[in-house]
């Protein structure tokens, strides 16, 4: 489990500003795209009388805000405690409010926890902590927040937790306040141990009336109504799927008629919830309900990260809904059409990006329909039929890792989440492109050569690309072996360009450029290797780690292995990255996941003892990669949940050269000698670059 009380890694950024000196650089750190991809959104607010000005959230990179339909973009966020974004909430009567909870309740793998809530007063030009998870016990992911219309104080918030039974922290459920979002009280109804609470819907013309779903792994979970405000609750089951079945549910309310509800709910049943349950529909308030889905969603998936629906704001019957695709009903779910094929062409009147988290249907523009989803922002204007991407500007990709061709330093790119291996041949933030599909996942130029390159998928999918040419490459290991992969880490010998090491839970070697590949090394502890290092100086020295923390060596080009040589100082957790020292292959840096220990370690012997570089004095957060100019062995710069940190002395002392780079995780570095730079992937704000010659 990475994963920490996001407090901590606060503290963790605070801390490392007080106490470790700014590397002196002049220079500040510049946004190189991508501008023309997106990213993962989570969730959109409209002005309730101008349609056209539209914010949203996104799952790593802050609030942004659009004046015109999201044909341009403008970033809120940059410094705030979290950019990871969960949920939005205007103030109809006073739209000038916005609330914005933090963390991200998509149930995934990397739906990362928040801080709280935050409220601008000013449309966004200006945010503060309103309410800290900390202290007043808000979820650190927060999926979704309403404002009553009849009482603009009166606020109810849906978050997810995963406090134990008997603990009091770390819970979901449903939480509301009466002072406009300053205190707020956790609903028992359901349980008072952990349940979660995934949307809140108050009755526009009714007052105090307000339907909730919840998922409490039993036969409480469902939809709820209260018509007092929240004092009592009935759980609306007659018609209902089977509550012990129902797993996260999103409803949608029709403003022409509120009397008629929509409820798209998971099969908690089904393997990891993905499948649909259902499509309900109530016309009485949720008294009865009837399943209108009928066979149409039987190939629909992934119920539990992507479930929105929404209602046309004068047609009752008019209804969208996604999961990875999208799906339209003009007769109140009596028939259902598809309406986007994630899996067609980009630029297609039927292409809206896979996995989609909020829909939007604004009063003020009927017909047109917003979908933030994992390629950030397509947008209908026939009521769904026909979609556009409305993306520029909106600089929010999530990266896994970088790299960049040191021949050419206008040549890089990245795998990112869900959008596939990016990259740019023109080092402009506006025209990258997406070179393979999938996770995207890790990438090697040649060093010499920007046009023969190495990409990947998730599950080891490998493919190269030289002289315009691409081919899949991956080494023949059997199917059990390749669903043990999730990212393959690849690296280029750095004197031979045909030489390829990547690896599963052992090791697989190409001499000949992937004609041929060999599996060189038995089952190394059984977890999947996470990083691999060819020594500049030495390419038959090899260094090998792996997500148990385990560290191997092969001093013949990977012909033989040493036994595990991690010693008792080294944590145990995930090693992220290995890297030589450029001019010593005896010298290698290793960074580590996790919490609670250093990140930083240094051997000056092959890896056979090591020592502590870390000391404390570098953020407590995971560490995720290692950058050594090929002409300074003695500066290296490491990159971490908290930020970008140089030593100037092999690891002795430290310099924070975070700088102005938004407060997000920085996942890899890259030092390009010719231009004197150093790059660095972001996880929710993108690529960015810092020229380095005034240090």
């Not at 990083?531 to 100086?537: F, G, L, M, P």
């Not at 990159?639 to 890899?668: I, K």
Request: hydrophobic fraction near 35%; charged fraction near 20%.
């Amino acid at each position: 489990m990475r994963e920490a009380p996001v407090s901590n890694l606060v503290r963790a950024r605070i801390a490392s500003r007080k106490t470790l000196p700014a590397a002196p650089v002049t220079a500040d750190w510049e946004s190189i795209g991508p501008t023309n991809i997106g990213g993962r959104l989570t969730s959109i607010v409209c002005h309730p009388t101008q349609p056209d000005r539209i914010w949203v959230g996104a799952a790593g990179g802050g609030v942004w805000y659009s004046p015109d339909g999201g044909r341009s973009w403008i970033s809120q966020w940059h410094s705030e405690d979290s950019l990871n974004v969960g949920s939005l909430a205007i103030d109809s009567r006073k739209p000038n409010i916005i609330y914005c909870g933090t963390g991200e309740a998509n149930l995934s793998a990397d739906s990362y926890a928040g801080v709280g809530i935050y409220r601008t007063l000013d449309s966004g030009a200006t945010w503060h902590l309103l309410a800290p998870s900390d202290t007043t016990g808000v979820p650190r992911r927060i999926g979704v927040i309403a404002i009553d219309p009849f009482d603009s104080s009166h606020l109810a918030l849906g978050g997810i937790g995963y406090g134990e039974a008997g603990q009091s922290h770390d819970l979901g459920g449903l939480y509301t306040s009466h002072d406009g979002g300053v205190t707020w009280t956790r609903s028992r109804f359901v349980s008072p141990y952990n349940y979660w609470c995934h949307s809140v819907v108050f009755h526009p013309t009714s007052p105090g009336t307000l339907f909730v779903t919840v998922t409490a792994r039993g036969v409480s979970s469902g939809v709820y109504r209260s018509t007092d405000g929240g004092q009592s609750w009935t759980h609306l089951t007659k018609g209902f799927g089977p509550s012990e079945r129902t797993g996260r549910t999103t409803l949608a309310l029709s403003p022409s008629n509120p009397k008629v509800l929509y409820a798209l709910v998971a099969d908690e049943a089904s393997e990891f919830a993905d499948q649909l349950l259902g499509v309900f529909r109530s016309g009485n308030r949720g008294d009865t309900w009837t399943n209108v889905a009928g066979r149409h969603f039987v190939e629909e998936g992934q119920m539990s990260y992507g479930n929105t629906i929404a209602v046309h704001p004068k047609k009752p019957n008019h209804v969208i809904c996604g999961g990875v695709d999208l799906h339209l009903s003009t007769n109140g779910g009596r028939t259902w059409r598809q309406v986007s094929h994630w899996d067609g062409n980009r630029g297609d009147r039927d292409y809206a990006h896979a996995d989609h988290h909020a829909l939007l249907m604004p009063v003020g523009a009927p017909g047109r329909v917003y979908d933030p989803n994992d390629g950030g922002l397509d947008v209908s204007e026939d009521g769904g039929k026909t979609w556009v991407n409305r993306s520029n500007g909106l600089a929010v990709t999530m990266y896994y890792d970088l790299d960049c061709a040191q021949s050419d330093g206008q040549s890089y790119g990245g795998g990112a989440q869900d959008n596939g291996t990016l990259v740019t041949t023109t080092g402009h933030a506006y025209d990258h492109f997406e070179l393979l599909g999938g996770d995207g996942g890790w990438i090697a130029f040649d060093p010499v050569d920007a046009g023969h390159v190495y990409a990947s998928y998730q599950q080891f999918n490998i493919y190269r690309f030289r002289q315009g040419a691409n081919k899949r490459v991956s080494p023949p290991a059997p199917e059990s072996e390749r669903n043990f992969v999730w990212m393959c880490f690849i690296k280029m010998d750095p004197n031979d360009a045909n030489t390829i090491f990547t690896g599963s839970y052992r090791v697989w070697r190409t001499r000949d450029d992937s004609a041929t590949w060999k599996a060189v090394s038995p089952a190394l502890d059984d977890s999947q290797v996470s990083a691999i290092e060819i020594a500049r100086t030495d390419s038959k020295r090899l260094y090998v780690g792996t997500e148990n923390g385990k560290l191997f060596r092969s001093l013949d080009g990977g012909n033989t292995w040493s036994a595990n040589l991690s010693s008792a100082l080294l944590p145990g957790h995930s090693i992220t990255r290995l890297a030589a020292s450029p001019m010593n292959p005896d010298v290698v840096y290793a960074t580590f996941a996790n919490f609670g220990h250093s990140h930083v370690f240094r051997s000056k012997d092959g890896a056979l003892t090591w020592e502590d570089l870390d000391k404390g004095r570098l953020p407590d957060v995971p560490h995720h990669s290692i950058a050594i100019p090929a002409d300074d062995a003695n500066t290296v710069f490491v990159c971490s949940d908290a930020g970008v940190f140089v030593s100037r002395d092999g690891g002795q002392d430290w310099m924070n050269v975070t700088r102005n780079l938004p407060n997000v995780m920085v996942v890899d570095l890259v030092h390009h000698l010719l231009d004197g730079t150093l790059m660095a992937a972001t996880y929710g704000r993108g690529l960015w670059r810092l020229r380095l010659k005034q240090i």
